[in-house]
């Protein structure tokens, strides 16, 4: 890591703001002055930036706009976001897509959700952009297929969603993409990416999993004990009485409630999205493949084979994914940027989608104009 940095102190008023550079030994990750001040950290590695929700407009920073008044920046156009199925692989998947120019974005969602949970960003990114967001075989309002009846041992790993992600890039969008990525859905990108690179332009992982219930993360002694837990939630009635007691309006509120730091964000709309599409046929039995799931890659296994540019962004009041531990991340040379996005939760493209659209735009101008230019030199 450096010894030295750059800090750029943005002291906003009302119209403007002004640029103080000055150069000092390495300081604290997120060090910040007052309450109307954004800091930021460039190393040699990766710029750590964190953003308040304060007012204001950066020149030649990741984000790029954000209004005086701090509501979101708002499109003068308005785009209608269209529903479509795709067949894969015999299965009928989702998806919904708005744009029709641009850079191509793939919006993936994460575990228990599907592409409704990102209804505050498509349209908004479709100025500008080709943008798509699909429901992971499993989830939302594609197929469920029950692995075990088609006798196999598992169908909802990473493996598999990385390779209809992949397919879904070469097949509908038909175009390379970037991959915007919450939750699990961050190793779905990852994974995607690692088996097949010429594809994804770049990644923009929010909140990743740390997949902390991984075996690998467990200490010896307890593996056997959690090997036969899930065992139990698979084969026994007791997993579907599981799955009932959380399938329910009361137990969905009270989850996100958990995730989400602004809980005045978890609205009747978003309990019935995440909800509804979880009472299909089928569900309870993705639900229970995925939550004994414990094997697979890591987020620090597959980031140093990820080729393409990786921004990591943090809600810094997750209480599932610990912006201590994330902040390892930052370190991997795929990694160009680390974002902590304060008092936001698990799920800041739904809870803070003012801070998370400006901040994709920005990332995706940036290397699209990058690989554009390298596409050029190459032929």
């Known amino acids: 890591m450096a010894t030295s940095s750059t800090i750029c102190?943005?002291?906003?008023?009302?119209?403007?703001?002004?640029?103080?550079?000055?150069?000092?030994?390495?300081?604290?990750?997120?060090?910040?002055?007052?309450?109307?001040?954004?800091?930021f950290l460039i190393s040699n590695r990766a710029s750590r930036i964190s953003l308040s929700n304060s007012n204001f407009s950066i020149s030649n920073s990741l984000v790029d706009h954000f209004s005086v008044d701090g509501e979101?920046?708002?499109?003068?156009?308005?785009?209608?976001?269209?529903?479509?199925?795709?067949?894969?692989?015999?299965?009928?998947?989702?998806?919904?897509?708005?744009?029709?120019?641009?850079?191509?974005?793939?919006?993936?969602?994460?575990?228990?959700?599907?592409?409704?949970?990102?209804?505050?960003?498509i349209a908004v990114l479709a100025e500008g952009h080709r943008v798509y967001s699909i429901d992971l075989i499993g989830y939302g309002y594609s197929d469920k297929p029950n692995p075990h009846k088609l006798g196999l041992n598992s169908l909802y790993t990473f493996e598999t969603w990385a390779s209809q992600l992949n397919d879904f890039s070469t097949d509908v969008v038909k175009d390379q993409a970037f991959f915007i990525c919450n939750s699990i859905g961050g190793l779905v990108g990852l994974q995607a990416a690692v088996m097949k690179p010429e594809i994804c332009r770049?990644?923009?992982?929010?909140?990743?999993?740390?997949?902390?219930?991984?075996?690998?993360?467990?200490?010896?002694?307890?593996?056997?004990?959690?090997?036969?837990?899930?065992?139990?939630?698979?084969?026994?009635?007791?997993?579907?009485?599981?799955?009932?007691?959380?399938?329910?309006?009361?137990?969905?509120?009270?989850?996100?409630?958990?995730?989400?730091?602004?809980?005045?964000?978890?609205?009747?709309?978003?309990v019935d999205t995440i909800l509804q599409p979880g009472l299909e046929p089928g569900a309870a039995d993705v639900f229970l493949e995925f939550i004994c799931y414990s094997g697979g890659p890591l987020?620090?296994?597959?980031?140093?084979?990820?080729?393409?540019?990786?921004?990591?962004?943090?809600?810094?009041?997750?209480p599932w994914e610990p912006l201590e531990l994330g902040r390892a991340y930052a370190e991997f040379d795929s990694v160009r940027?680390?974002?902590?996005?304060?008092?936001?939760?698990?799920?800041?493209?739904?809870?803070?989608?003012?801070?998370?659209?400006?901040?994709?735009?920005?990332?995706?101008?940036?290397?699209?104009?990058?690989?554009?230019?390298?596409?050029?030199?190459?032929?």
């Open 9 to 39: 102190t943005y002291k906003l008023d009302s119209w403007s703001h002004k640029i103080i550079n000055r150069t000092s030994s390495l300081i604290p990750f997120n060090n910040k002055t007052h309450h109307f001040s954004l800091q």
């Open 72 to 121: 979101a920046h708002k499109s003068s156009f308005q785009f209608e976001v269209k529903t479509s199925i795709w067949n894969w692989r015999g299965y009928s998947i989702r998806y919904q897509y708005c744009g029709s120019s641009g850079p191509a974005l793939v919006l993936v969602h994460g575990f228990g959700a599907n592409s409704d949970h990102w209804r505050k960003n």
């Open 202 to 270: 770049g990644i923009i992982l929010l909140n990743i999993s740390l997949r902390m219930l991984h075996i690998k993360k467990q200490p010896w002694y307890g593996r056997p004990l959690i090997k036969s837990f899930q065992s139990l939630l698979r084969n026994t009635a007791l997993g579907k009485f599981f799955f009932r007691a959380v399938a329910t309006p009361e137990s969905v509120r009270n989850i996100l409630c958990q995730c989400y730091y602004d809980t005045s964000q978890v609205t009747d709309e978003l």
């Open 299 to 318: 987020p620090e296994e597959l980031l140093p084979q990820v080729k393409c540019p990786v921004l990591v962004a943090w809600g810094d009041k997750d």
């Open 337 to 379: 940027d680390f974002i902590v996005l304060p008092n936001v939760g698990h799920c800041p493209q739904d809870e803070a989608p003012h801070l998370v659209n400006p901040l994709v735009m920005s990332f995706v101008a940036r290397h699209a104009t990058r690989s554009d230019s390298l596409s050029s030199a190459a032929s």
